[in-house]
């Protein structure tokens, strides 16, 4: 299970902070990032991270956003900052493990982000 927290309202040129814990069984091998979504439109990348700290970011987050891992690596964080109105969306946190050659995705509840001009 995933839980996230953290969004909220924010002018532009503000920051937050997300965060996302993961509970039950976890592989030793995964990846956790973010998502978002705004309606009528398919949710987007934003960011992942690897266990062992390799990150990953959408072109329109790069230099603005950094996830991070908590130490026991159970945690995922996303800090945003330079927000811009077009970052408003729901975020999700998603977590994929593998065991061997299978794959194992879960989705967190959402946690809404509203940057206003």
């Known amino acids: 299970q995933l839980q996230a927290f953290g969004g909220g309202l924010v002018q532009a040129g503000g920051s937050l902070r997300l965060s996302c814990a993961a509970s039950?069984?976890?592989?030793?091998?995964?990846?956790m990032g973010w998502y978002r979504q705004v309606p009528g439109k398919q949710r987007e990348f934003v960011a992942t991270?690897?266990?062992?700290?390799?990150?990953n970011y959408a072109d329109s987050v790069k230099g603005r956003f950094t996830i991070s891992r908590g130490d026991a690596k159970n945690t995922v964080y996303l800090q945003m900052t330079s927000l811009k109105p077009e970052d408003t969306a729901v975020y999700y946190c998603?977590?994929?493990?593998?065991?061997?050659?299978?794959?194992?995705?879960?989705w967190g509840q959402g946690t809404q982000v509203t940057v206003s001009s």
């Open positions: 998603h977590r994929v493990d593998w065991y061997g050659s299978s794959s194992y995705n879960y």
């Open positions: 039950g069984s976890i592989s030793r091998t995964n990846v």
């Open positions: 991270v690897t266990v062992s700290g390799t990150t």
